[in-house]
Nanobody
Framework: QVQLVESGGGLVQAGGSLRLSCAASGRTFNRYAMGWFRQAPGKERELVAAISWSGGNTYYADSVKGRYTISSDNAQNTVYLQMTSLKPEDAAVYYC???????????????WGQGTQVTVSS
């Protein structure tokens, strides 16, 4: 079993930055790939970024490439999502997830965090 707790969400102006953190715990945490999904009202949950368990491989959705950076600190069992140049359309509840990566780098989640709200004002 893996437990995930997100933090770092909040309100930011368009063009600003936020860093989300996901603290993971569980006996087999370091066997899983990690990632961030987001869900805006009325929309489906979508994968934003993912990282392999080793940290050597990353995946980004086209909509965030060049603006978001996913990273991991295995010593701290924490995954981060640095978000820059935020746009109003980035506003959503962001969820941390642990699971398995496909050959294309897409994360198939097995565990979810509770989510953290990101609001971007225009």
């Amino acid at each position: 079993q893996v437990q995930l707790v997100e933090s770092g969400g909040g309100l930011v102006q368009a063009g600003g930055s936020l860093r989300l953190s996901c603290a993971a715990s569980g006996r087999t945490f370091n066997r899983y790939a990690m990632g961030w999904f987001r869900q805006a009202p009325g929309k489906e949950r979508e994968l934003v970024a993912a990282i392999s368990w080793s940290g050597g491989n990353t995946y980004y959705a086209d909509s965030v490439k060049g603006r978001y950076t996913i990273s991991s600190d295995n010593a701290q069992n924490t995954v981060y999502l640095q978000m820059t140049s935020l746009k109003p359309e980035d506003a959503a509840v962001y969820y941390c997830a642990a699971g398995w990566r496909t050959a294309m780098g897409v994360l198939l989640p097995s565990y979810w965090g509770q989510g953290t709200q990101v609001t971007v004002s225009s």
